[in-house]
């Protein structure tokens, strides 16, 4: 009986996905697992909580990426929904590359993918690697308002998500939504959205210390500690203390 063209691709599919299985089994460390699960909190009560990791370092990660980063969307996806935090972080690697090298119609499919998905985009390392390379690149022409719904959201992922992805725009030095959204955020209690609020306008700074001292001379007042002094981390030691002393 002839196979359809269908039937050999899934069947294809499914020996690709095995194949990475079998590599991300190989470099499992169950002593390297341990300590990234500390270090990722994922304790009872902390921002990582239950959170499994197979014990496997990013460069080897990175290097899986290249070599499977021609895998089709669907077996992204699988690994995307992976409970291990590696394979997760892998996929997201993965939709990097292939979003890169894509048009505009799978760009498009991807940018949905990955806000379809954000329940799995879990903690900050993920939200890091990937928010600013998929949806702030696919937003940097078009309207911004899923950026501002992400902002509201009630998830801190995807609070976090909403400000990383104003990177892409910031190193194109367009600041604009970085300030928007960071007023937005700047009431939450994270320090998860602190430091990553804080670190965006420090990289306003780099490009524009200008810009970013007339944003925290209208907000630095109301600013969270931890924000202010992220923000404030390359400036003169004068300067940053007038700031951390209200007196600028």
């Given at each position: 009986?002839?196979?359809?063209?269908?039937?050999?691709?899934?069947?294809?599919?499914?020996?690709?996905?095995?194949?990475?299985?079998?590599?991300?089994?190989?470099?499992?460390?169950?002593?390297?697992?341990?300590?990234?699960?500390?270090?990722?909190?994922?304790?009872?009560?902390?921002?990582?909580?239950?959170?499994?990791?197979r014990g496997i370092r990013v460069?080897?990660?990175?290097?899986?990426?290249?070599?499977?980063?021609?895998?089709?969307?669907?077996?992204?996806?699988?690994?995307?929904?992976?409970?291990?935090?590696?394979?997760?972080?892998?996929?997201?690697?993965?939709?990097?590359?292939?979003?890169?090298?894509?048009?505009?119609?799978?760009?498009?499919?991807?940018?949905?993918?990955?806000?379809?998905?954000?329940?799995?985009?879990?903690?900050?390392?993920?939200?890091?690697g990937s928010a600013e390379h998929?949806?702030?690149?696919?937003?940097?022409?078009?309207?911004?308002?899923?950026?501002?719904?992400?902002?509201?959201?009630?998830?801190?992922?995807?609070?976090?998500?909403?400000?990383?992805?104003?990177?892409?725009?910031?190193?194109?030095?367009?600041?604009?939504?970085?300030?928007?959204?960071?007023?937005?955020?700047?009431?939450?209690?994270?320090?998860?959205?602190?430091?990553?609020?804080?670190?965006?306008?420090?990289?306003?700074?780099?490009?524009?210390?200008?810009?970013?001292?007339?944003?925290?001379?209208?907000c630095y007042t109301q600013m969270?500690?931890?924000?202010?002094?992220?923000?404030?981390?390359?400036?003169?030691?004068?300067?940053?203390?007038?700031?951390?002393?209200?007196?600028?």
């Amino acid at each position: 009986m002839k196979k359809s063209g269908k039937v050999s691709v899934e069947v294809f599919n499914d020996v690709i996905a095995d194949e990475i299985q079998k590599q991300l089994n190989s470099l499992e460390n169950p002593v390297t697992a341990s300590t990234l699960q500390r270090f990722f909190k994922t304790g009872p009560g902390e921002y990582g909580e239950g959170d499994l990791f197979r014990g496997i370092r990013v460069p080897s990660l990175r290097k899986l990426a290249k070599r499977y980063q021609n895998i089709p969307l669907s077996d992204a996806k699988q690994f995307l929904m992976s409970r291990f935090h590696e394979d997760r972080l892998l996929a997201l690697f993965i939709l990097v590359r292939i979003y890169i090298g894509s048009d505009d119609a799978a760009k498009t499919r991807i940018y949905k993918l990955y806000l379809d998905s954000t329940r799995f985009i879990n903690n900050w390392d993920l939200v890091d690697g990937s928010a600013e390379h998929i949806v702030g690149n696919f937003l940097m022409d078009k309207n911004k308002q899923p950026l501002y719904r992400l902002a509201r959201s009630s998830m801190l992922w995807e609070r976090r998500i909403a400000i990383m992805s104003t990177f892409h725009f910031i190193k194109r030095g367009v600041f604009d939504e970085t300030f928007t959204i960071a007023k937005m955020l700047i009431t939450n209690t994270e320090d998860l959205i602190h430091k990553a609020v804080g670190w965006m306008l420090r990289e306003v700074g780099k490009r524009d210390i200008r810009a970013e001292e007339n944003f925290l001379n209208a907000c630095y007042t109301q600013m969270p500690r931890t924000m202010l002094r992220y923000a404030i981390e390359k400036f003169s030691e004068p300067k940053r203390l007038g700031y951390l002393r209200g007196e600028i």
